[in-house]
C-alpha cells in the first residue's frame, strides 16, 4: 500500500527572512508537529545567522518567479519576514501569494516613537535625508546600511561613520570610515561613538528593532539631532502581525 503524499500529513509554511524576528519565528514553527518550515533568505550578507529548519539563499526571478516556487513546492503558508525597509520583496510576495492562492501574512516588529528630549526629522526616503544633511551638521553617523550609500555619495562636504554588516561598495560618501559591525548594540558603546567622533547629526531608518535602539537614546542624551527614515507601508490587504508568537497563531489557525 502507498504511503499518503507528504503534502497531505505535513503543512509547508515558507519564511521570507534575514530578521531576527524571522528566526524566532522558524524555531518556533519547527517545533510544531507536522508544520514544514523553510526559511528564504536574499543573500546579501556574507555569513548570514542561518534560521532552524530548511533553508534556501537567493531571489526568486520576481513574483512570477515566487509563485512558481510556492506551487512547486507545496506551500501551505507565506510568512513575509523581511525587513520592514525590504519594500520590494513585500510587494512582490503579496503578487505571488494572490496569483499561488497561498495565504500571506506580514510579520512586521513595530515602529519606534519619540520621545521627550528628541529632535528628529522625519522624512520619507534615503535621497530626501541626504538632502537635509547640510543644514543639520557636517560629521554624520549613518546607519542605514551599505546598500543605500549611493544617495549620499554626492555630499563632500559631510565626513561619514558609516556602519554596517559588510563592508560597502561605491558608490558612496567621498569623505567616509567605515565601521564593520552587527548588533545588539549597547548605550554606552553607542555613547563612546558619539564622543569619539564627534557625531553632530544621526541618520536612521525607523527598523525598530530593540538590538539598534540604544543609538536614538545615546543621540538624545547628547542633543544630537536623529534624521529618521520612515518605513515603506506592507502591501495592501496583507494582515501584520507585531511579534513572532502572534505569527504562530495565525499558522496554527490555518493549518490545524
Known amino acids: 500500500m502507498s504511503s499518503a503524499p507528504v503534502h497531505d500529513s505535513v503543512r ?15 524555531a518556533a514553527l519547527a517545533a510544531e508537529p507536522g508544520v514544514r ?32 516556487w510556492l506551487r512547486e513546492h507545496a506551500v501551505d503558508a507565506l510568512i513575509d519576514a523581511t525587513h520592514p525597509f ?48 547640510p543644514a543639520l551638521g557636517g560629521r554624520v553617523f549613518l546607519t542605514t546600511g551599505r546598500m543605500g550609500l549611493a544617495h549620499f555619495a554626492h555630499l563632500t562636504d559631510q565626513w561619514f561613520l558609516v556602519r554596517s554588516v559588510d563592508a560597502p561598495e561605491p558608490p558612496h560618501p567621498p569623505r567616509m570610515t567605515t565601521l564593520l559591525d552587527r548588533g545588539p548594540f549597547t548605550l554606552d558603546g553607542e555613547r563612546e561613538l558619539l564622543r569619539r567622533h564627534r557625531i ?8 525598530g528593532a530593540a538590538a539598534t535602539a540604544p543609538k536614538l537614546a545615546a543621540a538624545r542624551e547628547a542633543g544630537v539631532p536623529v534624521v529618521v527614515v520612515q518605513r515603506p507601508p506592507v502591501p495592501e490587504g496583507v494582515p501584520v502581525a ?11 489557525a490555518l493549518l490545524g
Do not use: M, N, Y
Open 86 to 133: 525590504a519594500g520590494t520583496i513585500s510587494f512582490h510576495a503579496a503578487r505571488a501569494a494572490a496569483c499561488a492562492h497561498v495565504p500571506l501574512l506580514a510579520l512586521r516588529r513595530p515602529g519606534w516613537g519619540a520621545q521627550p528630549g528628541d529632535v528628529w526629522h522625519p522624512v520619507p526616503t534615503l535621497a530626501e535625508a541626504a538632502a537635509v544633511l
Open 242 to 252: 507585531a511579534e513572532p508568537d502572534a505569527a504562530v497563531e495565525w499558522v496554527r
Open 37 to 68: 518550515v523553510t526559511s528564504s533568505l536574499a543573500g546579501r550578507v556574507a555569513a548570514p545567522r542561518l534560521p532552524a529548519g530548511e533553508v534556501r539563499i537567493g531571489g526568486f526571478g520576481g513574483p512570477e518567479g515566487l509563485a512558481r
Open 200 to 207: 553632530d547629526v544621526l541618520v536612521t531608518k525607523d527598523s
Open 12 to 26: 509547508h509554511a515558507l519564511i521570507l527572512g534575514g530578521t531576527t524576528e524571522a528566526r524566532r519565528l522558524a
